[in-house]
C-alpha cells in the first residue's frame, strides 16, 4: 500500500460528513473535481472502496465508516496536541540570570520562586561577565554591583561575604597549597583574590567555577569561596576570617519597562524575600554566632 497522505485523509473527512463533494469543496475551498479526483487516489492508495457514489451524493461504504472513526481520533489527537501546545507558550516566562554561585542557590530554592498554579514560566541562566539588562526583556539580574547604565530599576538585597576554606579533615594541616578559578575565566575579584596574593602557592585551578568547592574539598589544597557556598558544605571548614576587601551586596535589576508587568513584579518580590530570608548566610553569619569581626584576611 502506498504512503497515505494527511491532506487527503482531512479531505475525506470533509466529503465524509457533508456526504458529498460540494459541501467539501465550500469548506476547503478546493474545487469538486479535483476532490473527486483526490478520493479516487485515495481509494487506489488504501486498496479499499470507500464511498459509494451516486445521484445522491457519497455515502460511505464499510471501509469507509471504519476509516471514518481512524480519521476522527487522528484529529482529536491532534487538537488536544495543539491545544497543550498553546498552552504552554501562552505562559510569559521569567528569566532569572546570575553567576554561577548564586544561580546554584536559585536553583535550590525555585519552589519558593514560582508554585506549580504561577502564571508564569521560569528560566535560570548562568548572567556572563559584561552583560547588561539594555535589550533583555523578562530577566531578572542579579550584580555584584548596582547597573550604571541602561533603563532598568535596581534594588539592593543581601550582602555576600567570602572567605578562606580547607578541608574539614585538613583543619590543623599547615602550609596548605592554594587552589584558584583559572585566570582565563576568573572575572569577579573574589575569583581573581588567590592569583593576585598567594600565585607561588597554587598548586591546583579549575576553568569550571563550580568544582571549585569539591577540590577544595577533596583536599587539594585551601581556597576562596562565598560564605553561603562554603559554609553549607559539611566536609569544608573556614581558615581565620572573612575577606573584608571581597565583601558586596546583591543587587537585583530588571529592565524598567518590565517592572510593572505582574509576574516579574511577583518573582521579584519573591527573590528579594528569598534573600532576605538567607540575610545570614549571606553574610557569613554563623549559627550561634554574634556579628563576625571582618576584617581583611592574613596575607600568608
Known amino acids: 500500500m502506498s504512503e497515505v497522505d494527511w491532506s487527503d485523509l482531512q479531505l475525506f473527512f470533509h466529503v465524509a460528513t457533508e456526504g458529498g463533494l460540494a459541501g467539501a469543496a465550500a469548506i476547503t475551498g478546493a474545487s469538486a473535481p479535483t476532490i473527486g479526483r483526490r478520493m479516487l487516489a485515495l481509494e487506489r492508495a488504501m486498496g479499499r472502496t470507500l464511498f459509494i457514489r451516486s445521484q445522491q451524493g457519497y455515502r460511505l461504504a464499510p471501509d469507509g465508516v471504519v476509516l471514518l472513526d481512524h480519521v476522527r481520533t487522528i484529529r482529536r489527537t491532534t487538537a488536544d496536541i495543539t491545544r497543550w501546545h498553546g498552552d504552554a507558550f501562552a505562559l510569559p516566562i521569567v528569566s532569572i540570570a546570575g553567576d554561577i554561585w548564586v544561580m546554584d542557590f536559585i536553583a535550590e530554592n525555585t519552589r519558593a520562586l514560582r508554585g506549580p498554579a504561577d502564571s508564569f514560566r521560569l528560566c535560570c541562566k548562568h548572567f ?173
Open 128 to 300: 556572563p561577565a559584561g552583560e547588561d539588562l539594555t535589550y533583555r526583556h523578562g530577566m531578572i539580574g542579579l550584580f555584584h554591583s548596582a547597573p550604571k547604565s541602561g533603563n532598568v530599576a535596581v534594588r539592593k538585597s543581601v550582602t555576600v561575604a567570602y572567605a578562606v576554606y580547607r578541608a574539614a579533615d585538613l583543619a590543623f594541616e599547615a602550609d596548605l597549597p592554594w587552589v584558584s578559578i583559572g585566570t582565563e575565566v576568573a572575572v569577579s575579584d573574589a575569583e581573581k583574590w588567590v592569583f593576585r596574593n598567594h600565585e607561588p602557592q597554587i598548586h591546583t585551578w579549575t576553568n569550571a567555577p563550580a568544582v571549585l568547592a569539591r577540590l577544595i574539598a577533596g583536599g587539594a589544597g585551601r581556597g576562596v569561596l562565598p560564605a553561603f557556598v562554603g559554609d553549607a558544605v559539611p566536609a569544608l571548614v573556614r581558615e581565620g576570617s572573612l575577606i573584608e576587601d571581597l565583601g558586596h551586596p546583591l543587587w537585583l535589576a530588571v529592565n524598567d519597562d518590565d517592572r510593572h508587568r505582574p509576574e516579574m513584579r511577583l518573582a521579584l518580590d519573591r527573590l528579594a524575600g528569598l534573600f532576605k530570608r538567607h540575610e545570614d548566610r549571606f553574610a557569613g553569619r554563623l549559627a550561634g554566632e554574634e556579628q563576625p569581626s571582618v576584617r581583611a584576611a592574613a596575607r600568608s
